[in-house]
Every structure is written in structure tokens, then in C-alpha cells.
């Protein structure tokens, strides 16, 4: 692998960006977040065919030989059905499983080729996985626990409004419609964040041949967690929660995303290998 490691850590970032919008978009019906996700899968695209053209015509290797070539035309397979279905169906949710999929296929062939043929950078690029993976979690755990305490000071206000009290500074607090709209917000940017953070982390541990355990309470613990918001969108846009509900439930959630963070973790010894 010839090609410089930066340029393949773009396409990541990119095709992560692109995920995240196609997310919002199928969430909140974002037209915004649906053009931007376009044209930076686009461009993920675009890159991609670059390097199949350089490998098939300069390099005369037609990119199916291999395992990692062969994932990486997947990827670019995937990538190109989804643009065309982007603009001919509205089929927004099958987009983003159909890209979170590709995310997962090129990462992978990019981080294992990387390690096989760039000893120095393929390292580098494998242990920059590790960061991302766990810098990502990060963001999605700040995200829902912003998301929570707007539930919070929505039960708080809801209370105090029902029971006629505080109501010299309970102006402070904020209208019980924006404050489940901005928890509902946080959820949708917490949930694919946390997915692409645990595509890193099976990737990475792949791609560096470190043991994967899938029984690990870290990796357990992970999985429950984005199952739980996931639930959370679920009881939200297909059940129609809203309000007090969905803040107790958004309460309960981050209690469990607590006790993944800081019991599990210590019991865990996945990151510690």
C-alpha cells in the first residue's frame, strides 16, 4: 500500500460524517442532513474509484485477487448502490444500514492491508483505530448525558408546573416542548456515533490481531447500551412517547450507560491487552 495513510483516514472520516447525516436525516427528516450526507459519500465514493482505477490500470491487478482487495470493491460496491438509491427511492433507513455495512467492509480491508503492506504506518493507522474507537464512545456518552439532563429539567419542570410552584424562576429552565426536543436531538446524534465507535473497536481488534471477546462485559455492556437508545428512537417514533415518558425512560437509559462506564469497564480487560 503505497498510498499515503492520511488520505485513507479522510475517506474514514468522510464515510463517518456521511453515516451521522444519513442518521439525522432518517431520524429527524432532515433535507439539510440528507444533501450534506449526498455529497460527502460522494466524495467518499470518488476516492474510492480513484484508487480501483490506479489499481487496475497502473498497477494491472484487477481488485478482486485478494481477500482485503475483494473486501475493499465490496465497499465501493455498496457505496455506489447506495448513491443511486439516494436518488431514485426514499428508502432513507435501508441507506444508512446499507452504509454502516460499508463503513465496516472498507474499514476493515483498509486496516488490514495497511498493517500487511505499510509496517511503520499500517501500525500507526491501527492504533489511531484504537483512539477513534474510544474517543467516539466518549462523544456519544457526552451527547446522552446531555440528553439527559434535559429529561431531567423535564421532569423538574414538569412537576413544579403541575404542582403550581417556583414559577418566580422556573421560566429558567426552559419550555417543556424544546427541552424534549433537545434530548431528543442528543439521542439521534449520540446513537450513530456510538455505532461507528464499536465498528472501530471490532475493526481494531482484527486488524491488530488482538483477541476479540464478544462475551467481554465491555463489549456486552457497549452493545446494551446502544440497544437502549436504540429502543429509546423506537418508543419515540414508532410508539409516538413523548414528554414524561420518554424522560423517565431517557433517565433510566443513562443508568445504564453509568453502570457500563463504571463497573464494566473494571471488569473488563479488553482494552487493558
Not at 139 to 159: D, E, K, N
Request: aromatic share 18%.
Amino acid at each position: 500500500m503505497e498510498d499515503p495513510k492520511w488520505l485513507y483516514e479522510i475517506i474514514l472520516i468522510i464515510y463517518g460524517l456521511s453515516l451521522v447525516g444519513y442518521f439525522i436525516e432518517f431520524i429527524q427528516y432532515n433535507r439539510k442532513a440528507n444533501r450534506l450526507a449526498f455529497w460527502l459519500l460522494s466524495m467518499v465514493w470518488l476516492l474510492q474509484t480513484v484508487f480501483l482505477l490506479q489499481q487496475t490500470f497502473i498497477e494491472k491487478s484487477f481488485p478482486v485477487l485478494t481477500l482485503y482487495d475483494g473486501l475493499s470493491f465490496y465497499a465501493w460496491v455498496l457505496i455506489t448502490f447506495s448513491l443511486i438509491l439516494s436518488k431514485l427511492f426514499r428508502v432513507h433507513f435501508t441507506l444508512f444500514f446499507i452504509n454502516l455495512l460499508g463503513f465496516f467492509i472498507l474499514l476493515l480491508s483498509i486496516s488490514t492491508t495497511a498493517t500487511e503492506h505499510m509496517p511503520t504506518k499500517g501500525i500507526e493507522l491501527v492504533h489511531e483505530m484504537l483512539i477513534a474507537h474510544i474517543t467516539l464512545a466518549f462523544v456519544s456518552y457526552g451527547f446522552f448525558t446531555i440528553s439527559c439532563i434535559f429529561s431531567l429539567m423535564y421532569l423538574a419542570q414538569y412537576r413544579f408546573l403541575k404542582q403550581k410552584k417556583g414559577f418566580r424562576w422556573v421560566w429558567k429552565i426552559g419550555d417543556l416542548k424544546q427541552l424534549d426536543q433537545l434530548s431528543f436531538k442528543a439521542v439521534t446524534v449520540g446513537v450513530p456515533l456510538l455505532s461507528i465507535a464499536i465498528i472501530l473497536g471490532v475493526a481494531w481488534a482484527y486488524a491488530a490481531d488482538t483477541e476479540f471477546y464478544w462475551f467481554d462485559l465491555k463489549t456486552i455492556g457497549s452493545i446494551l447500551v446502544l440497544a437502549v437508545y436504540v429502543l429509546y428512537l423506537l418508543l419515540r417514533l414508532g410508539k409516538g412517547y413523548q414528554g414524561k415518558a420518554i424522560s423517565v425512560y431517557n433517565s433510566a437509559a443513562f443508568l445504564i450507560l453509568l453502570i457500563n462506564f463504571f463497573l464494566f469497564s473494571n471488569l473488563s480487560n479488553f482494552h487493558l491487552q
